[in-house]
């Protein structure tokens, strides 16, 4: 049971780390679509979806191979994660362009929005995508011959 959670901890550890590189992603993209290049007129939803499609991708990548260590079937495991954020986005994308709408600063919202999604996107790799599959993943062999170096 202790290594349980002590292995718990590790990926929660693991995964803050790897979604704060998604997050900086995010962050960056969202800045730039919204700052930078004033694309869409300066609106929050189309820039942060564009910032949020661009983080999962990284994110799923980092977290199946380096947090759980999973080789489930890449394609079911991202159909798992498309449906938590066929959930997430569009209740995400509406408080955000509603809270922008009322005066609130877009960087806030989107911190605000981030912490959210980083705790309940943890709950869903950790319970329902790589639940049975987690330390499946082998170290891929090399290709070179170790005796012939």
Request: net charge positive; proline share 4%; with cysteine.
């Amino acid at each position: 049971m202790e290594n349980n959670k002590r292995k718990t901890v590790i990926q929660a550890i693991k995964f803050v780390l790897f979604s704060a590189s998604a997050g900086l992603i995010q962050a960056g993209v969202f800045a730039l679509l919204m700052d930078v290049i004033k694309a869409f007129g300066r609106r929050y939803w189309p820039c942060y979806l564009i910032a949020l499609i661009c983080s999962v991708v990284w994110n799923f990548t980092l977290n199946r191979n380096f947090t759980f260590r999973s080789a489930a079937n890449v394609p079911v495991a991202m159909m798992k994660i498309l449906a938590y954020y066929c959930v997430f986005t569009p209740l995400s994308t509406w408080w955000g362009d509603a809270l922008e709408g009322i005066g609130w600063n877009p960087y806030v919202i989107l911190i605000l929005t981030m912490f959210i999604n980083l705790i309940t996107e943890f709950c869903v790799y950790k319970f329902i995508v790589f639940r049975r599959t987690e330390d499946t993943l082998k170290p891929r062999k090399s290709t070179e011959n170790p005796a012939e170096t």
